[in-house]
């Protein structure tokens, strides 16, 4: 803890402790822990002199804020007008049911985090997957499904009882 | 990445590093130059870069190869594009093991590899250059010009372009006033979607009482299915600082801002990179060129709030609040971020700065139509042949730009609309064609600018389930701050919800009407105001198609689920197997020889086997 504390300091020297930096320095502090952790959010509310409310209100109306840890990978679909009208909406509907995991969540065995995001302004390759930073494009449901379960190879044992159900 | 030790204290300092940059250039007579935009970098140009950096190495002596990652060419359906210089020779999707023969035989050899150029699909020519090919033909590149031609993280290749002459030329021989009244004889006017005079935004800031003054980027690009924002900001980011200088000095501000959406992290970098190499070279700090200008730029990543795309909701954002916007009795020029007089403009506006300095206002104000001076960049998306980044003179009909430089739309189908502005625009259909594309014409067909996404819908596409869509992003994004919106939107979903599943009622359509109505009066910011826009086209241009939903339970573009049937042609069907094997619910049967039937009854139409088969036998009905 005295080592977290220890970066939180260093992340709010960074912008001299300006309140109006509070974005960035809860984008720094979810960098190195992958979400926003409640007792870290309690203690740069301290630092900050500010209410924790109003972190909470930045963390939850942001959607790039998470209250909860992530998956070991991340996985972006887009959601643009474009991908859209590709087809996306079905790959994303084919990966909630292959996982069973819904657009914002993460599979129970955090193997990835699943989000539906607006566009990514790569529209010519759409539809679009971003896994990891990668991108992948003109996915179909076959294809997401197929890079998805690459992510790991414990994944063999979760396809054979999901695949087949029903719409 | 280089580094530059030069620190420039005048002008002509600038000017001087120019020219010897351009004789060394002309030494390096040999140049890749592979695109690691976005589009490109997905596809894998990166590692292409990597193998000519490779090859370059390993050349003989006697030839002087340089390898160079550049921004977006725009052409990002072709991705990965590689130009090899002398002569341009413009090549399209390259693969790895392209890189070996392009570099033996054009970069050593002088001879061109004829299977990598374009094609065009209706003459068979092949191009040789990108001025060739019908997509660059009709443009009109100022602002995305040194796309694809300079490396965007140094900035000696910026300059050895004719970068930061402007600001050069405005510290050392302009007035502020001058400045902003060569911008209003440019006509320049916003791009960012408002299209609001953007001298006037200047003057009246300039004019704002306080000694304190912000000048912001807008770079929230949260329009879907535009990115013109990202190419410029990952391109060619130094046009953008450049004109914020400008813009700086004009209005009197040593503050600005760039607000980057989240989901542009190339753009962050570039940036970035940017900033600090301004600041090492002295052309962002205190005494800039050696005048009494003082001006640094700092960056915000957004959080990825659609809404902060609105001016007082980035300001919001970027006082370390949540993203809700302000009623805008007092304008942002007055009283902006922490209360100070503030000018935000948008990334493309910033870009065309330095051009209209360089080339003049009145030389700027020719291109264009009376009200809409200049180029736009537009987003040419969709179900066109060509997608990609498009700069045309404003003025230019939407048919110009969709069958000539896009190629048309794909697969053989016909053209149903394109939607123009983003989720506060409308769609236009084909019979407006032949409308000149600039601010006020698209706003009269319900539509409008916008920040430049243009996203072409064919036949397949049902007009409801667009305005749903949009509708459906409007709410999720709305920030909840003011009644009409938060509640009017889920309203008008919960309406189209029920026409797209085939249970609308009668008077549906003047129930959206009212609702839409009700939002342009009354909310509280402008994307608000403008969200009912997407349902307001289409009711207008496609009332036949909301009735074919309401009235005969009938999608015309069979899109909507349980709106059309699956049936399977029994003269195209091979008796494959493939559908039965695939349908979840065990709906179809058949046999060897014979062909396979739907039954009506079990089949849950989830059209898998429309997807899965190989004959294209199945069909809507």
């Known amino acids: ?167 | 990445m280089i580094s530059i030790s030069t620190r420039f204290t005048s002008g002509s300092d600038i000017e001087n590093f120019a020219k010897k940059l351009s004789s060394k250039d002309r030494q390096t007579a040999k140049a890749v130059r592979v695109c690691i935009g976005t589009g490109c970098a997905a596809k894998g140009s990166r590692r292409l870069y990597e193998l000519f950096c490779e090859a370059a190495e390993q050349s003989s002596q006697d030839v002087r190869v340089e390898a160079k990652c550049v921004g977006c060419h725009g052409f990002c359906e072709r991705g990965p594009i590689v130009v090899v210089e002398p002569g341009q020779i413009f090549y399209q999707r390259v693969e790895e093991p392209d890189v070996a023969e392009i570099f033996r035989e054009t970069v050593v050899g002088g001879r061109t590899v004829e299977r990598l150029l374009y094609e065009d699909p209706v003459t068979g020519n092949k191009a040789k250059k990108a001025e060739e090919i019908d997509f660059y033909k009709v443009q009109e590149r100022i602002v995305l010009g040194n796309n694809g031609l300079i490396d965007p993280t140094t900035i000696t290749d910026y300059i050895a372009e004719g970068g930061y002459k402007a600001l050069a030329k405005v510290l050392s021989s302009m007035t502020p006033e001058e400045v902003i009244s060569e911008v209003e004889t440019a006509g320049l006017r916003g791009r960012g979607g408002g299209g609001f005079p953007t001298a006037r935004k200047w003057r009246s800031c300039r004019e704002a009482k306080g000694s304190t003054k912000y000048v912001i980027c807008n770079g929230d690009e949260g329009d879907p299915g535009a990115f013109m924002d990202r190419s410029i900001m990952e391109g060619n980011p130094h046009s953008v600082i450049e004109g914020m200088l400008i813009g700086a000095y004009a209005i009197g501000s040593e503050q600005g801002y760039i607000y980057v959406r989240n989901e542009y992290p190339l753009a962050v970098e570039h940036l970035k990179m940017a900033i600090s190499q301004a600041r090492d070279c002295g052309l962002l700090g205190k005494n800039i060129l050696g005048s009494s200008f003082s001006f640094d730029i700092r960056i915000n990543r957004g959080g990825g709030a659609f809404v902060c795309g609105e001016s007082t909701a980035l300001m919001a954002s970027l006082e370390g609040r949540t993203g809700e916007p302000r009623a805008k009795y007092v304008h942002t020029v007055e009283s902006g971020l922490r209360e100070k007089p503030t000018n935000l403009n948008n990334v493309e506006t910033w870009a065309n700065i330095p051009a209209i300095i360089n080339r003049g206002g009145k030389s700027f104000a020719d291109i264009g139509t009376e009200k809409s001076k200049g180029t736009k960049v537009f987003s040419l998306v969709g179900k066109v042949v060509n997608t990609g980044l498009v700069e045309v003179p404003m003025g230019i009909t939407l048919r110009r730009i969709i069958d000539q430089i896009g190629g048309g739309v794909r697969d053989g189908k016909s053209f149903k609309a394109v939607q123009t502005g983003g989720p506060s625009g409308g769609c236009i259909p084909a019979e407006h064609l032949d409308a000149r594309v600039d601010f006020d014409e698209l706003t009269k067909l319900g539509s409008m600018m916008g920040s430049g996404g243009m996203i072409v819908m064919d036949e397949d596409t049902c007009m409801v389930k667009v305005a749903k869509y949009f509708t459906n992003f409007l709410k999720e994004e709305s920030c909840g701050k003011c009644t009409p919106c938060r509640e009017g939107l889920a309203q008008m979903l919960y309406v189209l919800d029920r026409i797209t599943d085939g249970e609308g009622q009668v008077g549906d359509v003047e129930r959206l009407e009212g609702l839409a109505e009700l939002l342009e009066g009354t909310a509280l910011c402008a994307l608000g105001k403008t969200a009912a826009n997407p349902i307001i086209s289409t009711i207008r241009y496609f009332r036949d198609e909301y009735d074919a939903h309401i009235k005969e339970k009938r999608c015309p573009a069979k899109e909507c689920r349980g709106l059309f049937r699956y049936e399977i042609d029994s003269e195209a069907c091979k008796a494959c197997g493939i559908c039965m094997k695939n349908c979840p619910v065990d709906a179809i049967t058949g046999d060897k020889k014979v062909p396979h039937v739907i039954d009506q009854e079990k089949c849950t139409l989830c059209g898998t086997c429309w997807e899965k088969c190989p004959f294209a036998a199945v069909l809507k009905v």
């Open chain 1, 1 to 167: 803890m005295a080592k977290d504390n220890n970066i939180l300091e260093q992340i709010v020297d960074r912008y001299d402790g300006e309140v109006g930096m509070l974005i960035p320095m809860m984008q720094d502090l979810q960098a190195e822990h992958g979400y926003l952790p409640p007792d870290h959010l309690r203690s740069l509310a301290k630092l900050l002199e500010l209410p924790l409310s109003r972190l909470y209100a930045v963390a939850t109306f942001y959607s790039s804020f998470r209250l909860a840890p992530r998956g070991a990978h991340d996985v972006s679909l887009c959601m643009g007008t474009v991908c859209f009208l590709k087809g996306s909406s079905a790959i994303s509907e084919a990966i909630s049911r292959e996982f069973r995991v819904e657009p914002g969540g993460t599979t129970r065995d955090r193997l990835f985090s699943f989000q539906a995001v607006n566009c990514v302004g790569a529209c010519a390759l759409a539809p679009v997957m971003v896994v990891d930073g990668k991108y992948y494009d003109g996915v179909t449901p076959d294809s997401a499904l197929e890079i998805l379960h690459k992510l790991s190879p414990d994944e063999e044992n979760a396809e054979t009882t999901t695949k087949g159900g029903t719409v």
